[in-house]
């Protein structure tokens, strides 16, 4: 692409210099044509280099550079998945980042005996790129006995899953960099506007990064978010605990649609063959949030586990947790995982740590002090 918009420049320019050079009885207005030629290079230098730079940040946002130089930690997290190989994990957790700040995988080790993966991804990654992650993951790993897919209740509105609804930037960083080249093609070209702005959001936070890095040089001090330990695809963001909860637009208790239950058989048909149990869950979420009571109803048995309800202060902000949170979320995700394989003994225990494997009646009461 730039190769060729430079012989297009070179071109133009040679153009410019032959026009220069005509005698006089071939133009009958070279005067006014001399004083157009600047305007002219000018206009063609404004057309031509956002061509060069969009294409060309957009191949620097798909870049290991960038991944390494410009993107957040939920970015880094997102793309880490896609370089685990040979993992023998019993109990897999997917979804959106309700599972990545809320499933602790050591926790539902240690609660279970069962290894434990988090795979979980952030929701602009499931809206743009669906499973591919977790496609990814089942070619290149052994399969789970346990595939637990947990998502906070609002991507089962199926309006969440519109790019205008998310950080699309996230998803298409990541269709660029793992999906098919025909596909990616295709997503650029059907959403000009997007990809424009992809190309934006590249150089920006790259421009961002690099100040960063600067001010960090100069002053030694880094930002909570470049301290994030990520550990088995599980993180907890370093926002205090909340107080409050923000209003939302409020959903009609009596919808019914059937998106969320189209979406949880999808999870549990289709990745039947690839894990003995299928778990689709819904996150916890505040016990103040205005649509606790709408939410409950709508996936009154769609989802395999009952809508809970937190205290405000398990959370920094309305749908990601506090370590303490996480805690909670996890030991409730354990306590799932145990009465189902209780309740399916065929599945192989053979890696069970009988040592490890809590009593259940143990978890039908979490406590919430810390």
């Not at 220069?20 to 133009?27: D, K, N, V």
């Not at 947990?150 to 990541?174: K, S």
């Not at 003994?345 to 406590?367: C, G, K, L, T, W």
Request: glycine share 6%; hydrophobic share 40%.
């Amino acid at each position: 692409m730039i190769p060729q918009t430079l012989d297009l420049m070179s071109l133009a320019l040679e153009l410019h210099e032959a026009a220069t050079h005509l005698p006089s009885t071939a133009i009958g207005h070279q005067t006014g044509r001399q004083t157009a030629d600047p305007a002219i290079r000018y206009c063609m230098l404004v057309v031509l280099l956002p061509l060069l730079a969009i294409p060309a940040f957009i191949c620097l946002g798909k870049s290991d550079f960038f991944l390494h130089h410009g993107a957040s930690v939920w970015v880094q997290s997102n793309d880490a998945i896609f370089n685990f190989q040979d993992r023998n994990c019993d109990v897999l957790v997917y979804g959106d980042s309700t599972a990545m700040t809320g499933i602790d995988p050591e926790v539902v080790n240690r609660e279970t005996g069962f290894k434990t993966c988090n795979i979980a991804v952030t929701n602009a990654v499931l809206a743009v790129t669906g499973n591919l992650t977790l496609d990814h993951y089942l070619k290149q790993n052994t399969h789970p006995k346990v595939l637990v897919v947990q998502l906070a209740p609002d991507d089962f509105q199926q309006e969440n899953r519109v790019w205008r609804h998310t950080i699309y930037a996230e998803g298409l960083l990541e269709l660029l960099r793992h999906g098919s080249p025909s596909e990616s093609r295709q997503v650029l070209l059907s959403h000009p506007h997007e990809a424009i702005a992809f190309a934006g959001y590249a150089a920006g936070f790259t421009a961002y990064y690099a100040i960063k890095d600067v001010w960090f040089r100069t002053t030694h001090l880094r930002a909570e978010e470049d301290q994030i330990q990520v550990r088995n695809g599980f993180f907890t963001p370093p926002s205090p605990a909340r107080t409050y909860c923000e209003s939302a637009a409020k959903l009609n208790e009596h919808s019914h649609g059937d998106f969320p239950r189209t979406l949880a058989d999808q999870y549990r048909k289709g990745y039947s063959n690839r894990s003995a149990i299928v778990l689709v869950d819904v996150a916890p979420i505040p016990s103040c949030d205005d649509n606790l009571k709408a939410y409950s109803s709508q996936l009154e048995g769609i989802t395999s586990n009952s809508l809970q309800s937190l205290p405000i202060g398990l959370f920094n902000d309305g749908r990601h947790y506090t370590a303490f949170g996480s805690r909670i979320v996890s030991t409730l995700v354990a306590r799932q995982v145990n009465e189902v394989l209780q309740k399916n003994p065929y599945i192989d225990n053979d890696n069970r740590s009988i040592a490890s494997q809590p009593n259940i009646p143990e978890f039908h009461s979490v406590s919430l002090q810390r």
